[in-house]
């Protein structure tokens, strides 16, 4: 092979869009598995427990829910390192603004870095605040989440930081998603209105189904 | 009709540049773009001022060698080339701004020519078919269907302007890259060089400093030949399928 993977501007894309996708079906199930707080605590609380015991008994205790977290951490840091190292080289290969500007491309577009760096923050305060409980409002409790949920958002900031973060993910997946397509080849005359509509149908439901969890307990839905 | 021209001007290609005004006045609508700054430059010549240099050829919109930014719009308004282009798009007592494309593989050479050189090393890295020389082969021993020539010729169209590079955010060559990629691999012709054509016109487009493709959709906005930005997700495709190959050995 006369290049990696990793030393072509195409090859980077191909990181970018493979994990990315890895890390928006995580985000799928994490946003239905967020849904169940709506049946009540026994559920939500079950469903914590249920993770650290996937996989067994071949899988011993939390085994499965590393690899997950694993698998994770890998994405995270090869969609960041990809996107920071294509981010330079795009800036680099337009150095002088033009005089007369014009803004063509959609706000989802132009989004993709800063939308990328706010979810980045808001990953690290995430879990510093629901799984390691850290920076946690309340006395978070492990294996509570229930509670633990209810506790942050009933903190104005929790509410805040929380609903512009899922707000920027929805841009973002709006953009990303259908870009990951296109670097893995999928797009086609034929095939793009589908990809689009679906990159909106999924950027929509991940927001909708986020957001109702703060405005589930802002309501007092959840309490 | 009267104008008010913001025309960039920059000496050499180590000098800076800045924007200066010109008042033109007498232009007909009739008249292409280039033919109003042709009487912009009879003015400034007579003037004893150095004329406003810009890159043209066929006038007629299949060369590719006019190329101008004009209003923020790589080509101006209309979807065509700049020679193309007539003065019945703008109205009396406009201003219009003319910039040269900006990227970091097009340096600015004078005023509003840009060297574009970078596309020809792009094509000489694999942008042809090698074909044994001799008599010209039967045009039946090789049948090239009807969907696969259609797909062939709409890239073709490519001219090689660099509107697609101007219009990018990230001064990307993937569009030109992609038309070209394109118009040889769907061919029996370019079947022989398909995986060595993508991997190293792709090389060849990172290595002039080129940026990525982020999908912003402007190149092929601004594109006066209609190249379609599926262009780019087909030529990625080739690119993975090469990279496949090639790494199976």
Same mark, same amino acid.
């Given at each position: 092979m006369p290049r990696t993977i990793w030393d072509s501007s195409v090859g980077k894309k191909t990181v970018m869009a493979v994990s990315g996708i890895v890390m928006l079906l995580y985000l799928v199930a994490h946003m239905i598995g967020n849904l169940k707080i709506f049946f009540g605590p026994e559920d939500i609380n079950q469903y914590a427990h249920w993770l650290r015991t996937m996989g067994a008994p071949v899988l011993h205790h939390e085994w499965a829910l590393w690899l997950v977290r694993i698998v994770l951490v890998l994405a995270v840091v090869a969609h960041a390192t990809s996107a920071y190292q294509l981010s330079r080289r795009d800036i680099k290969a337009r150095p002088s603004k033009y005089v007369h500007k014009k803004a063509k491309s959609s706000y989802a577009t132009r989004t993709m870095r800063w939308g990328g760096i706010i979810l980045g923050l808001f990953i690290v305060w995430h879990i510093l605040d629901l799984?390691?409980?850290?920076?946690?409002?309340?006395?978070f409790e492990h294996l509570h989440p229930y509670q633990n949920i209810i506790d942050t958002f009933s903190t104005w900031y929790g509410n805040v930081i929380y609903i512009v973060a899922v707000v920027a993910l929805g841009f973002h997946v709006r953009h990303g998603f259908w870009s990951a397509a296109q670097t893995l080849g999928v797009g086609s005359a034929t095939r793009d209105r589908v990809l689009r509509a679906v990159a909106d149908v999924l950027a929509v439901l991940l927001t909708l189904g986020f957001v109702a969890v703060p405005v589930g307990v802002m309501t007092g839905v959840v309490s | 009709m009267k104008l008010t021209l913001r025309v960039w001007r920059q000496k050499n290609a180590d000098a800076d540049g800045g924007m200066s005004t010109y008042e033109v006045d007498? +232009?007909?609508?009739?008249?292409?773009f280039l033919e109003m700054l042709d009487t912009l430059n009879e003015e400034l010549i007579l003037r004893g001022d150095d004329p406003v240099a810009f890159d043209h050829d066929c006038r007629e919109g299949i060369c590719g060698a006019c190329s101008l930014v004009i209003n923020g719009d790589a080509h101006g308004p209309e979807r065509t080339t700049t020679c193309q282009?007539?003065?019945?798009s703008f109205r009396d007592g406009d201003t219009i701004d003319i910039e040269p494309w900006r990227a970091a593989a097009f340096p =600015? =050479?004078?005023?509003l020519v840009v060297d574009r050189s970078a596309f020809d090393r792009i094509i000489q890295a694999g942008g042809y078919v090698s074909v044994p020389t001799? !008599?010209?082969?039967? !045009?039946?021993a090789t049948p090239v269907p009807k969907a696969d020539a259609d797909a062939a010729f709409e890239h073709a169209? #490519? +001219?090689? #302007?660099?509107a697609c590079v101007a219009a990018c955010p990230n001064g990307s060559a993937m569009l030109f890259t992609s038309a070209k990629v394109n118009h040889l691999n769907v061919l029996p012709q370019g079947a022989p060089e398909r995986e060595t054509r993508v991997l190293d016109m792709v090389g060849q487009m990172d290595d002039e400093g080129f940026g990525g493709c982020t999908l912003t959709g402007e190149c092929a906005t601004a594109c006066p030949k209609g190249i379609p930005l599926p262009s780019i997700a087909a030529m990625n495709r080739e690119w993975l399928r090469a990279t496949r190959k090639v790494s199976r050995g």
């Open positions: 799984t390691t409980g850290t920076v946690h409002p309340g006395g | 007498g +232009i007909s609508q009739d008249m292409s282009l007539h003065m019945r =600015v =050479v004078k005023d001799g !008599a010209a082969p039967e !045009a039946h169209e #490519c +001219i090689g #302007c660099g």
